[in-house]
């Protein structure tokens, strides 16, 4: 074990309406935005990372954590993966990052997640008998169509089972708007501005009347959800910086696996120990963040 794991910094960008300012750039596009501003927030060198690890659930295959990197302008040699535990993926993400710098596997972690609801490919289950396939919004979360049901019911009995009503739910979200509306620009902060925007798209002023007005789109009138209550469809990326207690030393000498041009398919090399220095600079200020959307949104 290396000792102390380290939260160093984070950065995201705004978080956009499906469609909205983002609606023209691919995923990797935007999570490669806030790899570039936090790797220059901490005045490293690209090759210092270790690993890139981002959660997404729309992509559509593939692995858009590599091609964020390589956006970013971070060296071929480092490596990145992409994990899909859906609406947990970037909390998942950041956990497998800890996990990876604890061990003593990399002392440098990027970790976070990245979703495009605006550019997600449209999904399709291939028929069997020759019959028009069919689209698909999500995958199933679980093996038996009987106890799969659409997200928003499932909430919606959840609402009701643990009797959170629906007035209780709403007074959060007015109370959740309000604090965002109130740290506006402590919020623009963390933000790297992209596609023009610069802070949060949906952040607006809204009270119990105009709640009232909605109808409901899951459950009963006590406990139903509605379009105040549930997550959004949207476009955005965030990482964080997951560090060693080693790694803050000004010299440090890895050895750790390195990958390779996306053009080769081949073995990745494995150079020899490299030397890097890194002063202490920007991790005097810890950056709140509400990582709990990053991965995937989680409304249809």
Not at 85 to 107: F, K, P, R, Y
Not at 200 to 212: E, H, M, N, Q, S
């Amino acid at each position: 074990m290396s000792g102390a794991v380290w939260m160093a910094g984070a950065r995201r960008t705004p978080v956009a309406p499906r469609g909205g300012a983002f609606a023209g750039l691919d995923a990797h596009r935007i999570g490669a935005a806030p790899i570039t501003a936090l790797v220059d927030d901490l005045g490293l060198a690209g090759d210092a990372v270790g690993c890139v690890i981002f959660g997404n659930g729309v992509y559509g295959g593939g692995n858009p954590a590599r091609l964020s990197a390589l956006a970013a302008g971070l060296p071929e040699t480092v490596p990145a993966m992409t994990i899909d535990t859906q609406c947990c993926g970037g909390l998942d993400a950041i956990h497998l990052a800890h996990s990876l710098v604890a061990s003593g596997a990399h002392e440098f972690v990027l970790a976070g997640g990245v979703e495009s609801y605006s550019a997600a490919p449209r999904r399709f289950r291939r028929s069997a008998a020759g019959e028009a396939d069919v689209e698909y919004q999500r995958p199933p979360f679980s093996p038996w169509p009987g106890r799969d049901p659409d997200m928003l019911e499932a909430a919606a009995l959840l609402a009701r089972q643990m009797g959170i009503t629906r007035a209780e739910q709403e007074a959060f979200a007015c109370r959740s708007h309000a604090d965002a509306l109130a740290a506006r620009e402590r919020l623009a902060a963390e933000c790297v501005p992209l596609g023009g925007l610069a802070h949060d798209a949906f952040t607006r002023r809204i009270g119990p009347k105009l709640c009232a007005r909605l109808p409901v789109l899951a459950g009963d009138d006590a406990h139903g959800l509605t379009t105040a209550t549930t997550a959004v469809e949207a476009d955005a990326g965030a990482v964080c910086a997951i560090v060693s207690d080693g790694f803050w030393r000004p010299i440090r000498i890895s050895n750790r696996g390195r990958s390779g041009s996306p053009a080769a398919c081949r073995w990745a090399t494995i150079p020899p120990c490299r030397r890097w220095r890194l002063w202490r600079r920007s991790a005097r200020r810890w950056l709140a963040f509400p990582w709990r959307w990053m991965g995937s949104t989680c409304s249809n």
